[in-house]
């Protein structure tokens, strides 16, 4: 439980509260304020995962996001493992349980170290292209193993017992990043009056501050970052979040944040007031009026033989991790650099009383102020040199210092071997760019800083850059920028600036830094030690240039050929030194080379965090009748018809779907059953000019149609293709109601809609959707009248209430609308209520419907009595290619009309004219009991050799309990020339079924019992 | 007035059934957690009237107000009069919301005001109702719920939007203060309390009556 790498003092951890932790099924102690990295490295735990492709032991690189190695497996239980956390990012939680993600079946004796010691040959770059991708059927196969091996971490298999939201912001003014850059475009931007968001990754802000040795106004740099959140907090318009991450920018200045509002409390969050469960993360989908983009940058390792043995770490994650959290990842370091800035990790190594061996900085006669205040007291610069090569398997043992000439990339002597356990290297600074590049935009490189920054975004992003990735990196110069950046910001958003004044930082002389991205070696390349580009990854420098020397030029291909800056990594830690080598490979500049795309997401996101509430119950809305309750009493299953819940069938105890749809036709046919028909579309017309319309919209004529009157009609797209069809009754008039297919209800209001708006505007005519206002009962067979007459007080005579008409009156008490309209081919009574009023209506039916055995049936009875009938249901009997007379509905063309209404020229056309188009018929199966598969093809002639010609195919089918044979409508080529002729079903599971062409029309074909 | 069919659809004697009445609120009044962030009242069974007509016609907008004592509101806007509301829908179209029952007189003495002139008025009592949103977790919850902007300055009270909800659709009406009304279509009801009881949860939601 010692924690043997702690200082006894420093940082910003809270030493009187430990934290204990399971790591690999060992148990250690952290405390309050650490990260899971922080707290491993403070308990000397050196190897913490091992390498997707050689299986080498690695260790802890970095201290943010740009950890390629620290890569773990979250969780104690099932349900909550998360996979893919970085370490360095997951603030330590008393009991947290975490595990290598790499490394099978465990990190210190991996099975597949064996692999990765031959690996060199075994797994050269391209290796899945070259080995795995051929035979291609043994992919699945291979890519089980590799997965596992690689270790990719795995989702749970247990449901998440958190709970995730969306949430919807806008702001004047997005600042990502709250180091000093940000923290100051925020306070600028506040102080305008703009709506500001401020949103950093970290567990506080103050990014760089937070380990910095600088001061500010002379005072610790960690003060000035109190006083701006102080002042930040009494803005009422300004949302602070930490625990943030802006993982993407996209189009129209849209960004998406991930918050992560408990996972620094434990592995689900914890119970709130009232045993409430808080939201464990939420997603902010953020429209920002503007964004300031101040994320820093990413320090770059050198490439150098082994930099890759744990013990070897970025300089500044050093610092980070003396001063920030107060461990010491070592005793005896050695720092390798090419720039000034990175001696800030021996300043504070000795500050710390730990030991600098030397110092390795690849400019030949640096003096700036630290490198000076280092010489100073006593540290070993060993100039125009570097790390060339370090020894250890699972901990740096030492490390070789030689003189190199980075202009003919050699190295000029053969160096001394240095004792140390921690090497710290840094190669300079690299602006992060991603988020600027996000929608395709370039980044400039910029050879006076040796890095890319953030290009003109195309245009496509209103956003201000500030502090180190805008290139910037001096601190009181980053304040500054970041102070502007957000001025700026405001007053493109319309805000009016305020001047502030800013901390007084330090002056110090700095010198540039020396391009050197890869170290050479005494040996070439391919044949030195493995020199790491991207850890992650495991792709080395020999790999990059093996990869230019196959002829992959294009950074693309590069990267794919070699799997550079591929999985978490995205480019952060690897990717410019890549470049670097790729291009002095091909004797190119770094701006030539140019770089890969840049994608959202920058981090990982949970799927939990993408999916928010929209899961479970609320994946997506269900529309209900007013009569879903009645329905659900007597035992209805339900069928999903668009959002709708339609009652699907009312089985009885026992009855399976068959036997409870032969008992529901029956008693239709023989009696009287009930339907629930409020989902069909409704739609209010009136207008002096509503007729004139359905003449248009419809295929068949409505001049004529009287006041009480109802007609059947279709509707055609322009090329002449049946859309919808359904009832329009004129209620007066000037007034008409239309019925339209359940699903087709907004598009036929939209379609209408769009035809007066654009085409016929002159015509007076309104629409309103009355869907939702009218429940619809149905009645439908031989005894519906008598059961109707029951309850209502409207005449029903069937001379003065005949087949196609409607009456209005009282039915069980409540003002009803009732159409004598029938899709079952009985006497039918459709009964309008006002839907507040339907339920006492429907229990009232049912009580006085009982002595006539009153049968509730659902969608699959009334397809089947459709179906008996031959009434096409559109987008079963038509899919956009079929005209009214392909559904031998000519009837329903109005070919003497006036005006050119819609399909008209569309089923005109050659095309639509020709013979042997698909016409609709009945099919009888000659074996009565066969019921054909719906969709099934249809041909001719069943000898006929492979591949056949296709006759057409099977719309409906269902066995028909009335007719005591099956049914079944199809499409068939010239099939209304073709009635008495036989075709064939060839089905998939080797059934041939003979069926002969008939009539579509099976049951009553006079419709003498519709109309009684 | 033979043009149309207009007919009282409303029976006076027989109490209806709300689109949430399944949902029990009754039942839940008094029962969610202290000061709740979030306080809801179903608004229910009242008159809704679709009015269409053209804003631009002085005799449209005069007849209109001299039926209801109300001015035709420009876009986004809500109007109200007691417990009448006039809300601008779209460039030719208004809702209308009237005390329970007086939808029918209401649209007659419409009707007669307009008489001769092309307009359309729907009863659509039947197809929504209205939930009523107070406290001061509301705009945090139509954050979670709708893309469009309800901070105050962007969505100040007097203003009505369509705007997508959750994964339908809805129309947000700033009454009052931390007060908002989400006009919900029937069939559509139960998703939307559903989703409003998990989006509250962590505020607290409280049924009043």
């Given at each position: 439980?010692?924690?043997?790498?702690?200082?006894?003092?420093?940082?910003?951890?809270?030493?009187?509260?430990?934290?204990?932790?399971?790591?690999?099924?060992?148990?250690?102690?952290?405390?309050?304020?650490?990260?899971?990295?922080?707290?491993?490295?403070?308990?000397?735990?050196?190897?913490?995962?091992?390498?997707?492709?050689?299986?080498?032991?690695?260790?802890?690189?970095?201290?943010?996001?740009?950890?390629?190695?620290?890569?773990?497996?979250?969780?104690?239980?099932?349900?909550?493992?998360?996979?893919?956390?970085?370490?360095?990012?997951?603030?330590?939680?008393?009991?947290?349980?975490?595990?290598?993600?790499?490394?099978?079946?465990?990190?210190?004796?991996?099975?597949?170290?064996?692999?990765?010691?031959?690996?060199?040959?075994?797994?050269?770059?391209?290796?899945?292209?070259?080995?795995?991708?051929?035979?291609?059927?043994?992919?699945?196969?291979?890519?089980?193993?590799?997965?596992?091996?690689?270790?990719?971490?795995?989702?749970?298999?247990?449901?998440?017992?958190?709970?995730?939201?969306?949430?919807?912001?806008?702001?004047?003014?997005?600042?990502?990043?709250?180091?000093?850059?940000?923290?100051?475009?925020?306070?600028?931007?506040?102080?305008?009056?703009?709506?500001?968001?401020?949103?950093?990754?970290?567990?506080?802000?103050?990014?760089?501050?937070?380990?910095?040795?600088?001061?500010?106004?002379?005072?610790?740099?960690?003060?000035?970052?109190?006083?701006?959140?102080?002042?930040?907090?009494?803005?009422?318009?300004?949302?602070?979040?930490?625990?943030?991450?802006?993982?993407?920018?996209?189009?129209?200045?849209?960004?998406?944040?991930?918050?992560?509002?408990?996972?620094?409390?434990?592995?689900?969050?914890?119970?709130?007031?009232?045993?409430?469960?808080?939201?464990?993360?939420?997603?902010?989908?953020?429209?920002?009026?503007?964004?300031?983009?101040?994320?820093?940058?990413?320090?770059?390792?050198?490439?150098?033989?082994?930099?890759?043995?744990?013990?070897?770490?970025?300089?500044?994650?050093?610092?980070?991790?003396?001063?920030?959290?107060?461990?010491?990842?070592?005793?005896?370091?050695?720092?390798?650099?090419?720039?000034?800035?990175?001696?800030?990790?021996?300043?504070?190594?000795?500050?710390?009383?730990?030991?600098?061996?030397?110092?390795?900085?690849?400019?030949?006669?640096?003096?700036?102020?630290?490198?000076?205040?280092?010489?100073?007291?006593?540290?070993?610069?060993?100039?125009?040199?570097?790390?060339?090569?370090?020894?250890?398997?699972?901990?740096?043992?030492?490390?070789?210092?030689?003189?190199?000439?980075?202009?003919?990339?050699?190295?000029?002597?053969?160096?001394?071997?240095?004792?140390?356990?921690?090497?710290?290297?840094?190669?300079?600074?690299?602006?992060?760019?991603?988020?600027?590049?996000?929608?395709?935009?370039?980044?400039?490189?910029?050879?006076?800083?040796?890095?890319?920054?953030?290009?003109?975004?195309?245009?496509?992003?209103?956003?201000?850059?500030?502090?180190?990735?805008?290139?910037?990196?001096?601190?009181?110069?980053?304040?500054?920028?970041?102070?502007?950046?957000?001025?700026?910001?405001?007053?493109?958003?319309?805000?009016?600036?305020?001047?502030?004044?800013?901390?007084?930082?330090?002056?110090?002389?700095?010198?540039?830094?020396?391009?050197?991205?890869?170290?050479?070696?005494?040996?070439?390349?391919?044949?030195?030690?493995?020199?790491?580009?991207?850890?992650?990854?495991?792709?080395?420098?020999?790999?990059?240039?093996?990869?230019?020397?196959?002829?992959?030029?294009?950074?693309?291909?590069?990267?794919?050929?070699?799997?550079?800056?591929?999985?978490?990594?995205?480019?952060?830690?690897?990717?410019?030194?890549?470049?670097?080598?790729?291009?002095?490979?091909?004797?190119?500049?770094?701006?030539?080379?140019?770089?890969?795309?840049?994608?959202?997401?920058?981090?990982?996101?949970?799927?939990?965090?993408?999916?928010?509430?929209?899961?479970?119950?609320?994946?997506?809305?269900?529309?209900f009748t007013a009569l879903h309750a009645w329905h659900v009493k007597n035992g209805a299953l339900f069928?999903?018809?668009?959002?709708?819940?339609r009652p699907w069938y009312f089985p009885k105890p026992g009855e399976?779907?068959?036997s409870a749809v032969a008992r529901e036709c029956l008693a239709v046919r023989s009696s009287v059953g009930l339907l629930d028909a409020s989902t069909l579309?409704?739609?209010?017309?009136?207008?002096?000019?509503?007729?004139?319309?359905?003449?248009?919209?419809?295929?068949?004529?409505?001049?004529?149609?009287?006041?009480?009157?109802?007609?059947?009609?279709?509707?055609?797209?322009?090329?002449?293709?049946?859309?919808?069809?359904?009832?329009?009754?004129?209620?007066?008039?000037?007034?008409?109601?239309?019925?339209?297919?359940?699903?087709?209800?907004?598009?036929?209001?939209?379609?209408?809609?769009?035809?007066?708006?654009?085409?016929?505007?002159?015509?007076?005519?309104?629409?309103?959707?009355?869907?939702?206002?009218w429940a619809t009962l149905t009645l439908s067979g031989p005894n519906s009248r008598k059961l109707l007459a029951e309850v209502t007080d409207i005449d029903l005579d069937k001379?003065r209430f005949?087949f196609?008409?409607w009456q209005e009156g009282k039915v069980a008490g409540v003002p009803a609308r009732v159409f004598r309209i029938s899709f079952t081919g009985e006497l039918s009574y459709e009964v309008n209520i006002q839907a507040d009023y339907a339920m006492g209506v429907l229990e009232k039916l049912a009580e006085a419907g009982k002595k006539y055995n009153l049968t509730p049936y659902g969608t699959e009875t009334m397809h089947v009595l459709r179906?008996e009938k031959?009434?096409?249901?559109?987008?079963?009997?038509?899919?956009?290619?079929?005209?009214?007379?392909?559904?031998?509905?000519?009837?329903?063309?109005?070919?003497?009309?006036?005006?050119?209404?819609?399909?008209?020229?569309?089923?005109?056309?050659?095309?639509?004219?020709?013979?042997?188009?698909?016409?609709?018929?009945?099919?009888?199966?000659?074996?009565?009991?066969?019921?054909?598969?719906?969709?099934?093809?249809?041909?001719?002639?069943?000898?006929?050799?492979?591949?056949?010609?296709?006759?057409?195919?099977?719309?409906?089918?269902?066995?028909?309990a009335s007719?005591?044979?099956?049914?079944?409508?199809?499409?068939?080529?010239?099939?209304?020339?073709?009635?008495?002729?036989?075709?064939?079903?060839?089905?998939?599971?080797?059934?041939?079924?003979?069926?002969?062409?008939?009539?579509?029309?099976?049951y009553d074909?006079?419709?003498?019992r519709q109309n009684i | 007035?033979?043009?149309?069919?207009?007919?009282?659809?409303?029976p006076?004697d027989i109490a209806g059934q709300?689109?949430?009445h399944h949902?029990?609120?009754?039942?839940?009044?008094?029962?969610?957690?202290?000061?709740?962030?979030?306080?809801?009242?179903?608004?229910?069974?009242?008159?809704?009237?679709?009015?269409?007509?053209?804003?631009?016609?002085?005799?449209?907008?005069?007849?209109?107000?001299?039926?209801?004592?109300?001015?035709?509101?420009?876009?986004?806007?809500?109007?109200?009069?007691?417990?009448?509301?006039?809300?601008?829908?779209?460039?030719?179209?208004?809702?209308?919301?009237?005390?329970?029952?007086?939808?029918?007189?209401?649209?007659?003495?419409?009707?007669?005001?307009?008489?001769?002139?092309?307009?359309?008025?729907?009863?659509?009592?039947?197809?929504?109702?209205?939930?009523?949103?107070?406290?001061?977790?509301?705009?945090?919850?139509?954050?979670?719920?709708?893309?469009?902007?309800?901070?105050?300055?962007?969505?100040?009270?007097?203003?009505?939007?369509?705007?997508?909800?959750?994964?339908?659709?809805?129309?947000?009406?700033?009454?009052?203060?931390?007060?908002?009304?989400?006009?919900?279509?029937?069939?559509?009801?139960?998703?939307?309390?559903?989703?409003?009881?998990?989006?509250?949860?962590?505020?607290?939601?409280?049924?009043?009556?």
């Amino acid at each position: 439980m010692s924690q043997v790498n702690r200082l006894s003092r420093g940082g910003r951890v809270d030493r009187s509260q430990p934290l204990t932790f399971t790591f690999n099924g060992q148990r250690y102690q952290g405390f309050a304020g650490d990260t899971l990295a922080a707290a491993l490295l403070a308990n000397g735990v050196d190897v913490v995962g091992r390498s997707f492709k050689y299986s080498r032991p690695r260790g802890i690189v970095a201290a943010g996001a740009e950890e390629p190695n620290a890569v773990i497996q979250l969780g104690s239980r099932e349900a909550t493992q998360v996979p893919n956390v970085r370490a360095t990012q997951q603030a330590l939680y008393d009991g947290l349980v975490a595990s290598s993600t790499n490394g099978w079946p465990n990190v210190d004796t991996d099975l597949m170290g064996l692999v990765g010691k031959v690996g060199g040959q075994m797994m050269p770059p391209g290796f899945y292209y070259k080995t795995f991708m051929f035979p291609q059927s043994m992919w699945p196969t291979y890519e089980k193993y590799i997965r596992k091996a690689a270790g990719l971490g795995r989702a749970p298999t247990e449901n998440d017992p958190d709970s995730y939201d969306l949430i919807n912001r806008h702001c004047d003014v997005l600042v990502i990043g709250a180091g000093p850059a940000g923290l100051a475009a925020a306070l600028a931007a506040a102080r305008s009056g703009a709506r500001v968001i401020l949103a950093d990754e970290q567990e506080e802000f103050g990014g760089s501050l937070l380990d910095t040795r600088e001061t500010l106004n002379g005072k610790p740099a960690a003060e000035w970052i109190e006083q701006v959140l102080a002042e930040l907090k009494t803005f009422p318009e300004v949302l602070l979040l930490p625990r943030a991450t802006v993982n993407g920018y996209h189009d129209h200045n849209f960004l998406t944040i991930h918050e992560r509002c408990t996972d620094h409390l434990g592995e689900t969050a914890p119970l709130g007031a009232f045993a409430h469960k808080p939201v464990r993360q939420r997603l902010h989908r953020v429209r920002a009026k503007r964004v300031v983009l101040a994320v820093g940058a990413h320090e770059r390792p050198l490439v150098f033989a082994n930099n890759d043995v744990p013990g070897n770490m970025l300089a500044g994650a050093v610092s980070t991790y003396v001063r920030r959290y107060g461990v010491a990842p070592g005793k005896q370091l050695v720092l390798a650099t090419n720039n000034d800035y990175a001696y800030r990790t021996v300043l504070d190594w000795l500050d710390a009383g730990l030991q600098v061996v030397a110092v390795a900085d690849a400019r030949s006669n640096p003096r700036g102020a630290w490198v000076e205040e280092a010489r100073s007291r006593g540290v070993r610069i060993l100039t125009g040199s570097s790390v060339v090569e370090v020894r250890g398997s699972k901990r740096v043992k030492a490390a070789r210092i030689a003189a190199i000439d980075t202009r003919s990339h050699r190295v000029t002597s053969p160096g001394e071997w240095l004792e140390c356990d921690l090497v710290a290297s840094s190669g300079g600074y690299s602006p992060v760019v991603h988020l600027a590049s996000h929608l395709g935009g370039k980044p400039t490189w910029r050879e006076d800083i040796l890095a890319f920054v953030p290009g003109d975004g195309l245009g496509l992003q209103a956003r201000v850059c500030a502090g180190a990735v805008n290139g910037v990196f001096a601190l009181g110069t980053v304040i500054a920028d970041g102070y502007s950046a957000g001025s700026k910001a405001a007053t493109d958003a319309g805000f009016k600036a305020v001047n502030g004044k800013l901390p007084r930082a330090e002056e110090r002389r700095e010198e540039a830094t020396l391009a050197l991205f890869h170290v050479p070696h005494d040996k070439p390349t391919a044949r030195a030690p493995k020199q790491f580009v991207d850890l992650q990854n495991d792709v080395t420098a020999a790999g990059i240039e093996l990869a230019t020397r196959e002829g992959f030029e294009s950074v693309e291909h590069v990267k794919r050929y070699t799997a550079l800056g591929f999985g978490t990594d995205q480019g952060k830690l690897g990717n410019i030194n890549g470049l670097a080598i790729a291009a002095r490979s091909l004797g190119i500049s770094i701006p030539q080379m140019g770089t890969t795309m840049f994608r959202p997401n920058y981090t990982p996101v949970s799927f939990g965090a993408i999916a928010g509430r929209n899961c479970g119950p609320l994946f997506d809305a269900k529309r209900f009748t007013a009569l879903h309750a009645w329905h659900v009493k007597n035992g209805a299953l339900f069928e999903d018809v668009g959002q709708w819940k339609r009652p699907w069938y009312f089985p009885k105890p026992g009855e399976d779907l068959h036997s409870a749809v032969a008992r529901e036709c029956l008693a239709v046919r023989s009696s009287v059953g009930l339907l629930d028909a409020s989902t069909l579309g409704k739609i209010d017309i009136q207008g002096p000019d509503a007729r004139e319309f359905l003449n248009r919209v419809y295929t068949n004529a409505w001049t004529k149609l009287d006041v009480g009157k109802a007609r059947y009609g279709l509707m055609c797209k322009e090329d002449g293709m049946v859309f919808d069809d359904g009832v329009t009754a004129c209620l007066a008039d000037n007034h008409f109601l239309m019925t339209t297919t359940t699903g087709g209800a907004a598009r036929v209001l939209q379609w209408l809609e769009l035809y007066h708006q654009t085409e016929w505007p002159e015509l007076k005519v309104y629409f309103t959707s009355v869907t939702d206002h009218w429940a619809t009962l149905t009645l439908s067979g031989p005894n519906s009248r008598k059961l109707l007459a029951e309850v209502t007080d409207i005449d029903l005579d069937k001379d003065r209430f005949p087949f196609m008409t409607w009456q209005e009156g009282k039915v069980a008490g409540v003002p009803a609308r009732v159409f004598r309209i029938s899709f079952t081919g009985e006497l039918s009574y459709e009964v309008n209520i006002q839907a507040d009023y339907a339920m006492g209506v429907l229990e009232k039916l049912a009580e006085a419907g009982k002595k006539y055995n009153l049968t509730p049936y659902g969608t699959e009875t009334m397809h089947v009595l459709r179906a008996e009938k031959g009434f096409i249901i559109v987008g079963q009997e038509t899919d956009s290619t079929v005209t009214p007379d392909d559904l031998n509905m000519g009837w329903c063309v109005g070919r003497t009309k006036p005006f050119s209404w819609i399909g008209w020229r569309g089923m005109n056309r050659e095309d639509a004219r020709r013979e042997g188009r698909k016409q609709l018929v009945g099919l009888r199966t000659v074996d009565p009991n066969q019921v054909l598969p719906e969709g099934t093809q249809l041909v001719f002639d069943p000898k006929q050799p492979k591949p056949m010609q296709m006759a057409g195919h099977v719309t409906s089918s269902y066995q028909s309990a009335s007719l005591g044979h099956s049914v079944a409508l199809a499409l068939v080529k010239g099939g209304l020339s073709k009635l008495g002729q036989k075709v064939y079903a060839p089905c998939r599971d080797g059934r041939l079924i003979e069926a002969e062409i008939v009539s579509s029309v099976f049951y009553d074909p006079k419709g003498d019992r519709q109309n009684i | 007035m033979t043009a149309i069919n207009v007919y009282n659809q409303r029976p006076a004697d027989i109490a209806g059934q709300s689109p949430l009445h399944h949902a029990g609120f009754e039942q839940l009044i008094g029962k969610g957690r202290p000061n709740a962030g979030v306080r809801l009242r179903e608004r229910k069974l009242l008159g809704h009237l679709t009015l269409r007509g053209d804003a631009k016609d002085p005799a449209f907008c005069g007849g209109v107000h001299q039926a209801l004592g109300l001015e035709l509101p420009v876009a986004l806007g809500l109007v109200a009069k007691g417990e009448t509301s006039l809300q601008w829908m779209g460039p030719d179209e208004w809702l209308l919301i009237v005390p329970r029952g007086e939808e029918y007189a209401t649209e007659l003495r419409l009707r007669e005001a307009l008489a001769g002139q092309h307009i359309q008025v729907v009863n659509v009592s039947g197809g929504q109702t209205i939930l009523e949103l107070k406290g001061d977790k509301v705009r945090d919850m139509l954050m979670k719920s709708t893309s469009y902007d309800v901070h105050p300055d962007n969505f100040p009270v007097g203003k009505a939007v369509g705007t997508v909800f959750a994964k339908s659709q809805l129309v947000i009406r700033h009454t009052a203060e931390n007060t908002w009304e989400l006009l919900v279509r029937r069939s559509f009801a139960d998703y939307i309390w559903l989703w409003l009881q998990d989006a509250c949860a962590e505020y607290g939601l409280a049924i009043e009556a």
